[in-house]
């Protein structure tokens, strides 16, 4: 005899994991061809407004009976001409009068109780059963033979959401979360695919190789293309990909992500979708741990950050790595802090990517001096203050900040200061000298946008003493001028972090 130790724990796992396989599903899902048939719809309130407006955009045709009606439903009724077939146009009927048994007629495809009566709305589920046409009845599942699921439109692609009636707003909340990460170019996209399906199988006869090709091209640069708006452009490059299929399977592909400057939730949605799809992620110091935690297993994480006179990876070896990679035909995510356009050196990277033919799409992200200074409520522009903004690297080079102190004094203008912690006194102090009030406000943001955000007013004629008074962290940012007088009325009211 063999005895399994388990724990009582894993027992009600086990119990619980047996009950769901026992449970039958209640509804079959399936998506209902309804192009020129006809619905009856029993009531005339909003429910019912909504099913019309459902059936109607499905192609259906729409009777109504109702004793008293929505106007707009009236006129739902009567105007809109639907079944596309051989151009045939049909109206639907409105009669305005209590409902009859005999109203139950074969040839409706589905009818919809969405009366306010309980009897009533059993009653035509009754009559529909015994002639074996399909019912719903509105707030009662029980009677129903269908339901109206929620829906994520992105015709042809749809998605539909559905609780079994148990909690139809838990199902509304699950499609606008489905809906927030759908792009709306996914259903231009699918009709693109779609007209192309036979000339893919004809050029790519095995099934293996037609699922390597569509996958590639699904999460590649022609789909991009497609989603952002440029379906002239896609379609020339499935064409080509189609006729150079062998080369598309041997090619990779690079995105140049940004991050967002600490909050994870700052991440853009197509730098999300990005990442699910990327094979290898190479990443830098100031990427959220979080970021990364909500990517899936299986991933090759690479970890290239940098810290002052510490770069763990030379920025030539980089380049090196998304050469490899992209030439291993491996879809590659070069993920940085911030944008990678704005002090990332993301301009180097593209330039070698385009000098050895590897294609690349750039993500943009939040950038640190947008980020920080909303969450700590410094508008970087505003009209009684600052009409200009101007980014500068504050970076020590062989010891010191070179540059052009003359222009960065200037009116209603204000400065943002990246890396410029271990040389913010010498930005003062040049600051300063060139012509700058002492008592110019000054805001030095520690860990900008995330929970552990501190935020230091000073001024430029203190912010040196400041830092040596306290023991502050990087990332930091710096910003000065006029606006940083806003944080002291804006704080209290700013829920940004």
């Given at each position: 005899?063999?005895?399994?130790?388990?724990?009582?724990?894993?027992?009600?796992?086990y119990l619980l994991f047996l009950k769901i396989r026992l449970m039958a599903m209640k509804y079959l899902p399936l998506?209902?061809?309804?192009?020129?048939?006809?619905?009856?719809?029993?009531?005339?309130?909003?429910?019912?407004?909504?099913?019309?407006?459902?059936?109607?955009?499905?192609?259906?045709?729409?009777?109504?009976?109702?004793?008293?009606?929505?106007?707009?439903?009236?006129?739902?009724?009567?105007?809109?001409?639907?079944?596309?077939?051989?151009?045939?146009?049909?109206?639907?009927?409105?009669?305005?009068?209590?409902?009859?048994?005999?109203?139950?007629?074969?040839?409706?495809?589905?009818?919809?109780?969405?009366?306010?009566?309980?009897?009533?709305?059993?009653?035509?589920?009754?009559?529909?059963?015994?002639?074996?046409?399909?019912?719903?009845?509105?707030?009662?599942?029980?009677?129903?033979?269908?339901?109206?699921?929620?829906?994520?439109?992105?015709?042809?692609?749809?998605?539909?959401?559905?609780?079994?009636?148990?909690?139809?707003?838990?199902?509304?909340?699950?499609?606008?979360?489905?809906?927030?990460?759908?792009?709306?170019?996914?259903?231009?996209?699918?009709?693109?695919?779609?007209?192309?399906?036979?000339?893919?199988?004809?050029?790519?006869?095995?099934?293996?190789?037609?699922?390597?090709?569509?996958?590639?091209?699904?999460?590649?640069?022609?789909?991009?293309?497609?989603?952002?708006?440029?379906?002239?452009?896609?379609?020339?490059?499935?064409?080509?990909?189609?006729?150079?299929?062998?080369?598309?399977?041997?090619?990779?592909?690079?995105?140049?992500?940004?991050?967002?400057?600490?909050?994870?939730?700052?991440?853009?949605?197509?730098?999300?979708?990005?990442?699910?799809?990327?094979?290898?992620?190479?990443?830098?110091?100031?990427?959220?741990?979080?970021?990364?935690?909500?990517?899936?297993?299986?991933?090759?994480?690479?970890?290239?950050?940098?810290?002052?006179?510490?770069?763990?990876?030379?920025?030539?070896?980089?380049?090196?790595?998304?050469?490899?990679?992209?030439?291993?035909?491996?879809?590659?995510?070069?993920?940085?802090?911030?944008?990678?356009?704005?002090?990332?050196?993301?301009?180097?990277?593209?330039?070698?990517?385009?000098?050895?033919?590897?294609?690349?799409?750039?993500?943009?992200?939040?950038?640190?001096?947008?980020?920080?200074?909303?969450?700590?409520?410094?508008?970087?522009?505003?009209?009684?203050?600052?009409?200009?903004?101007?980014?500068?690297?504050?970076?020590?080079?062989?010891?010191?900040?070179?540059?052009?102190?003359?222009?960065?004094?200037?009116?209603?203008?204000?400065?943002?200061?990246?890396m410029g912690l271990q040389g913010l006194p010498i930005i003062c102090k040049n600051l300063i000298k060139h012509g700058?009030?002492t008592n110019t406000p000054a805001a030095l943001i520690e860990k900008g946008t995330t929970l552990h955000q501190k935020?230091?007013?000073?001024?430029?004629?203190?912010?040196?003493?400041?830092?040596?008074?306290?023991?502050?962290?990087?990332?930091?940012?710096?910003?000065?001028?006029?606006?940083?007088?806003?944080?002291?009325?804006?704080?209290?009211?700013?829920?940004?972090?």
């Amino acid at each position: 005899m063999i005895r399994i130790k388990i724990s009582p724990g894993d027992f009600l796992l086990y119990l619980l994991f047996l009950k769901i396989r026992l449970m039958a599903m209640k509804y079959l899902p399936l998506m209902h061809n309804f192009d020129g048939k006809t619905c009856l719809i029993v009531g005339g309130g909003k429910v019912a407004l909504r099913r019309a407006k459902n059936v109607l955009a499905a192609g259906g045709i729409v009777d109504v009976i109702a004793p008293t009606c929505l106007p707009e439903l009236c006129d739902l009724v009567h105007q809109h001409k639907s079944g596309r077939q051989q151009g045939q146009q049909h109206q639907g009927k409105l009669q305005q009068k209590q409902y009859q048994a005999e109203d139950i007629d074969p040839r409706y495809a589905l009818v919809i109780a969405a009366t306010n009566d309980r009897q009533i709305n059993q009653a035509i589920a009754q009559q529909c059963k015994t002639k074996n046409i399909l019912v719903n009845v509105v707030d009662d599942s029980s009677l129903c033979d269908v339901t109206f699921p929620a829906i994520v439109d992105r015709n042809p692609i749809l998605v539909a959401i559905s609780s079994g009636s148990a909690s139809p707003q838990f199902s509304k909340l699950l499609r606008d979360r489905i809906n927030t990460f759908i792009p709306n170019g996914y259903g231009k996209l699918a009709e693109l695919f779609g007209r192309y399906r036979k000339r893919v199988k004809s050029s790519i006869p095995k099934p293996q190789d037609r699922t390597v090709f569509w996958n590639k091209v699904v999460h590649g640069y022609i789909a991009e293309s497609a989603l952002s708006g440029n379906l002239e452009q896609a379609e020339s490059q499935l064409k080509n990909a189609i006729e150079n299929h062998r080369k598309l399977e041997q090619c990779g592909e690079v995105y140049l992500i940004g991050a967002g400057p600490g909050d994870p939730d700052l991440l853009t949605l197509r730098a999300l979708r990005l990442l699910q799809q990327s094979e290898v992620i190479i990443y830098d110091r100031l990427v959220a741990p979080e970021i990364l935690s909500r990517l899936e297993q299986g991933k090759d994480l690479i970890y290239v950050g940098k810290q002052r006179a510490n770069h763990s990876v030379p920025q030539q070896q980089i380049n090196e790595l998304l050469i490899r990679y992209a030439n291993q035909g491996k879809r590659v995510a070069r993920l940085k802090g911030g944008d990678p356009f704005i002090f990332g050196r993301g301009g180097e990277e593209i330039e070698n990517l385009a000098a050895h033919n590897i294609p690349f799409q750039v993500i943009p992200g939040i950038t640190a001096a947008n980020g920080c200074a909303s969450y700590a409520g410094i508008p970087l522009t505003h009209r009684d203050h600052a009409q200009s903004v101007r980014f500068v690297t504050g970076q020590l080079q062989n010891g010191t900040v070179s540059l052009n102190w003359a222009e960065l004094i200037a009116p209603d203008q204000t400065l943002v200061f990246y890396m410029g912690l271990q040389g913010l006194p010498i930005i003062c102090k040049n600051l300063i000298k060139h012509g700058a009030a002492t008592n110019t406000p000054a805001a030095l943001i520690e860990k900008g946008t995330t929970l552990h955000q501190k935020v230091h007013i000073s001024t430029l004629g203190e912010l040196a003493a400041l830092l040596e008074s306290i023991e502050i962290h990087a990332p930091t940012l710096t910003i000065v001028g006029s606006v940083v007088n806003l944080h002291a009325s804006l704080r209290w009211f700013n829920k940004s972090v």
